[in-house]
């Protein structure tokens, strides 16, 4: 059996003056660069599967200040909460022994972070009916 390992998590995106995204990714899958937040120097490329319900258009709304107050009266990044995504990882014995629900992964576009993720649950995922179908010569239609 062929298997990848896959995770869901809560994404909170940073906004734009804090050096996140100005607009946030509209696709299906977004490719980014991450790492733990512990981990500064560990990088690692991960793959974001959104649910096509929130696979539209969206822009962070924009207000005077750009910050939200905290409950303790600081101002903290405003951040947009989007339910749960699916993360795949382009090589996941980087990651297989330091993923665990509740961990923080933070993705980042070049130096800067522009989302801090917590890991809700990991899985498998069974790759080997695609496999096979490669082998035989078959073009997967879920491949990208």
């Not at 951040?79 to 993923?99: C, S, W, Y």
Request: charged share 20%.
């Amino acid at each position: 059996m062929v298997t990848q390992l896959r995770a869901t998590a809560r994404i909170h995106w940073l906004d734009s003056a804090h050096g996140g995204r100005l607009v946030l990714p509209s696709g299906p899958i977004y490719a980014a660069t991450g790492r733990f937040a512990e981990q500064e120097d560990e990088l690692f490329s991960v793959i974001v599967r959104f649910p096509l319900v929130q696979s539209v258009s969206r822009q962070l709304s924009p207000n005077s200040s750009g910050f939200l107050q905290s409950k303790q009266g600081e101002d903290e990044p405003q951040r947009l909460n989007l339910d749960e995504a699916e993360i795949g990882f382009f090589a996941p014995e980087l990651v297989e022994n330091k993923l665990y629900p509740g961990v923080k992964l933070l993705l980042t576009e070049g130096p800067q972070i522009v989302a801090e993720c917590e890991i809700q649950s990991i899985f498998p995922v069974d790759l080997t009916a695609i496999t096979n179908d490669l082998h035989q010569g078959e073009r997967n239609p879920f491949l990208v």
